[in-house]
Nanobody, 122 residues
Framework: VQLQASGGGLVQAGGSLSLSCAAS?????????MGWFRQAPGKEREFVAV????????YYADSVKGRFTISVDNARNTVYLQMNSLKPEDTAVYYC???????????????WGQGTLVTVSS
């Protein structure tokens, strides 16, 4: 499967960005997990949010809960991450990824997009 992430950019603190992840190459099970992860400079890649391909289950990291919203459009094979009230500490390369099941464990994600840079200025 190919995952193409887009939508990153430069935004001021308090602003918003919307990321997209277009998937192609195979059909996903309703139980598949589509996740967003991020990696800040000098830090390990960390979990941000996950949604089941059916859209019925979702989960967020505490650091983004209440500010970020993950969603899926099955017809477009696309997963979105709406990011509001952005903070400088949200600055990172954001990656979308696919797993065989709904999970927030990074180890279970086997297909990764190329990443899109989000920079939040103070």
């Amino acid at each position: 499967v190919q995952l193409q992430a887009s939508g990153g950019g430069l935004v001021q603190a308090g602003g918003s960005l919307s990321l997209s992840c277009a998937a192609s190459g195979r059909t996903f099970s309703s139980r598949s997990g589509m996740g967003w992860f991020r990696q800040a400079p000098g830090k390990e890649r960390e979990f941000v949010a996950v949604i089941s391909w059916s859209g019925t289950s979702l989960y967020y990291a505490d650091s983004v809960k209440g500010r970020f919203t993950i969603s899926v459009d099955n017809a477009r094979n696309t997963v979105y991450l709406q990011m509001n009230s952005l903070k400088p500490e949200d600055t990172a390369v954001y990656y979308c990824a696919a797993a065989g099941r709904y999970t927030y464990s990074i180890k279970e994600y086997y297909d990764w997009g190329q990443g899109t840079l989000v920079t939040v200025s103070s």
